[in-house]
């Protein structure tokens, strides 16, 4: 069964202090491996694809990396405007098979 | 700028009511998606649809049925509301091939039913 285990589940940091979330995965075969943003209250903001081990994307404070079996969101520096739930997600090879998504890591940057 | 519009943002419903939850994007994609989200159990995918008047169960499917008679509308129905059906829901849409994955979200309907 194809699955996605994101930790710590609640991550509070303080302003500059840079930390990684991550994201465990099976699956059968991966096709890709997406990270979103959610605001309280708000659906959930696309940030990166990776499709590939060794892979990197950034985005200002944001990096993410994949593994064969992982991903790490890396944020550098965070600032307050930081603060949101961060998912992570699959999509595995196996046909038209939607996203399976992780549960996501809350994470809470104080000034 | 890419948009996905949910008709309602708060709704209060009485058990037994028939609940229609409308979303509508405007981007021409041809998947779209209707998870509920509730505290400590993530998303979870109800339905989903491919193409115009083609539908899959998700993982959690009962109590719900859909409806997608054009490319730009997928509609959730909550035939018999109950108590149970309390949650955020959520619906996404994305475009085919390779950037199937890359999911477009709406604000979200907060559905309480008392």
């Known amino acids: 069964e194809d699955q996605v285990t994101q930790s710590p589940e609640a991550l509070r940091l303080q302003e500059g202090e840079s930390s990684s979330l991550n994201c465990s995965y099976t699956v059968s075969g991966l096709r890709g491996l997406f990270w979103y943003r959610q605001d309280p209250g708000k659906g959930p903001e696309f940030l990166f694809t990776?499709?590939?081990a060794g892979e990197e994307k950034e985005k200002e404070r944001l990096k993410a990396t994949l593994t064969k079996k992982e991903s790490f969101l890396h944020i550098t520096a965070p600032k307050p405007e930081d603060s949101a739930t961060y998912l992570c997600a699959v999509q595995p090879y196996s046909g038209n098979t939607p996203l399976v998504f992780g549960k996501g890591t809350r994470l809470s940057v104080i000034a | 700028d890419v948009k996905v519009t949910q008709s309602s943002r708060y709704l209060v419903k009485r058990t037994g009511e028939k609940v229609f939850l409308e979303c509508v994007q405007d981007m021409d994609h041809e998947n779209m998606f209707w998870y509920r989200q509730d505290p400590g159990l993530g998303l979870r995918l109800i339905y989903f649809s491919y193409d115009v008047k083609m539908k899959e169960k998700g993982d959690i499917p009962e109590g719900y049925s859909v409806s997608r008679e054009k490319k730009e509308r997928f509609s959730l129905i909550l035939e018999s509301a109950s108590t149970n059906q309390t949650s955020m829901y959520l619906c996404?849409?994305?475009?085919?091939?390779?950037?199937?994955?890359?999911?477009?979200f709406g604000e979200g309907s907060r559905l309480t039913v008392l």
């Open positions: 996404a849409s994305s475009t085919g091939g390779g950037r199937a994955g890359e999911l477009f």
């Open positions: 990776l499709y590939s």
